[in-house]
């Protein structure tokens, strides 16, 4: 199966995972509605609203999943893959929205109580509300896990909380109907809170990958592991992947050679690696070369570096070390720790060689720790 094809199967699995949601989201949202009204219920009313935002969460992933689609142009080469991180920002803003409304909504009943009641009836739609909504979260994580959706698994995890809160209901409806109290607006109120949580979840994880996630540590084992097993490989560094849309991730990675390799090998090795990481972990790769010498006549200064990069706390790699002995330069990355100054670190590490190596100049490219 081609690319585009792989693409537009997901694009129709998102969109039917999305419709299926619509459907049973307003079913839910019709009975909820008459049965709250009928049991002058603030609880079920709410529940109800918070279903209508999900039919409108479905629609907007919809919507999104399209755009999302569109083919790469002059003025987004990349495509527009992000807009499905969009999409389920905006659902985190419906879902935030529903609970301030409800929030309000719920100090108002709790200030002014009006009688409720509930029937077996009322009570059987309830207990159906939540099996549906059970369901409907199962069924959107795992649609949203198959297709790498951001906002099916949003919608799961927004049908999960919806399941608790009609569970709230429940309590409410034996709270009345046992001990003939009312605590709608008091429930109502812990929907509220509950409902703005999730929304700031789920805003939290759409904003987080159109910031920069860090990689998954398994993800970056796997991709040096498979590099490293290339012939001639002594080492592969400084992994970035920079995500553009679920399927849509360009990545960068250096990899350490012996210096006496030709140019026509260099080309091969790299080729082949590249369509490897490509068939095997789906991304487009640009790898650069770090030369290591290919004598041990500098193995003493190289050893000199690593014990005094061990011996500093910030430093959490040495790599790419080469020596040009025509230019008396060495070079080598150090990979430094966040929440430190890196060039105080650089220039301490660099202060320590010279006062071993005197006479020799130390070009030092500093790294950050992009990968766990």
């Known amino acids: 199966m081609t690319i585009m094809a792989k693409d537009r199967q997901r694009e129709r699995e998102i969109v039917k995972a999305s419709a299926v949601g619509i459907g049973g989201n307003l079913l839910l949202v019709a009975f909820k509605l ?15 609203v918070n279903n209508a935002t999900d039919v ?46 409800s929030l309000r909504e719920s100090v108002v009943k709790i200030m002014h109580p009006a009688e409720t009641s509930y ?14 909504k059970v369901a409907l979260g199962l069924y959107f994580r795992r649609a949203g896990r198959a297709t790498r959706s951001e906002a099916l698994v949003a919608s799961g995890i927004d049908s999960d909380y919806d399941a608790v809160l009609s569970a709230g ?18 429930v109502g109120l812990i929907i509220s809170l509950v409902v703005i949580k999730a929304g700031v979840e789920v805003l939290r994880d759409a904003v987080s990958p159109l910031i920069g996630d860090r990689e998954d540590e398994g993800l ?8 490293t097993s290339f012939d001639g490989v002594r080492g592969a560094y400084d992994l970035i992947l920079d995500n553009f849309g679920p399927n849509e991730v360009v990545g960068s990675l250096h990899i350490e050679v ?31 070369v770090y030369a290591s010498n290919t004598t041990g006549e500098f193995a003493p200064m190289r ?70």
């Open 34 to 48: 008459a049965v709250g009204f009928a049991s002058n219920s603030i609880a079920i009313v709410l529940d109800a």
């Open 56 to 101: 409108m969460s479905s629609v907007v992933t919809i919507v999104g999943t399209k755009l999302a689609g569109r083919r790469p142009d002059r003025h987004h080469p990349f495509g527009y893959g992000r807009i499905e991180y969009l999409t389920s920002v905006v659902i985190a803003a419906i879902i935030l929205a529903a609970g301030i409304v």
């Open 119 to 132: 029937s077996a009836v009322t009570i059987g739609v309830i207990v159906a509300a939540i099996v549906v």
């Open 169 to 186: 209901t429940l309590v409410v409806a034996f709270a009345q109907n046992v001990f003939d109290v009312n605590i709608d607006g008091a």
């Open 220 to 227: 970056v084992s796997r991709i040096e592991a498979y590099v």
């Open 258 to 288: 012996d210096d006496d390799m030709t140019a026509r090998q260099i080309h091969l090795l790299t080729r082949r690696m590249a369509e490897g990481l490509y068939d095997k972990f789906g991304f487009v790769a640009t790898i650069g």
């Open 303 to 372: 050893a000199a570096l690593q014990q005094i990069a061990d011996e500093h706390p910030a430093v959490l790699q040495v790599h790419g070390f080469f020596v040009d002995e025509e230019a008396k330069t060495v070079y080598f990355d150090l990979v430094i720790q966040f929440k430190v100054d890196p060039e105080a670190v650089r220039d301490q590490v660099v202060g320590a060689m010279e006062k071993r190596y005197p006479g020799w100049r130390f070009d030092v490219v500093i790294d950050a720790d992009y990968e766990d």
